[in-house]
């Protein structure tokens, strides 16, 4: 029962996983800005974060990964990859409207 993380955790977890996905895109969207639209980039990166710290945290504390766990890590993977898309645009936006006064 020590395994299983409580929501403070999971809250924590995601707002780390999207900092990291906002952070990696910026700079991966610089070498493919013609190629591949950035949106498919976000979901790509959330996803292998997002696997990757679900996997490594099973890994850890040694628990057995079953179908719905790694169903609900790709779920999870979505809403990092959704809150990475438009809440960097909506902190932007802010951040603009705070320098010119509004």
Known sequence: MDAIPNLSTILSAIGILVILTNLIVQVVKKATWDKVPTNIVVVIVSMVLTLGAFFGYCQVNAITVTWYMVFAAVVLGMLV?????????????????????Q
Do not use: N, P, V
């Not at 990859?81 to 006064?101: H, R, W």
């Open 81 to 101: 990859s959704y809150a990475a898309m438009f809440g960097f645009d909506k902190l932007t936006q802010a951040i603009g409207q705070l320098g010119k006064g």
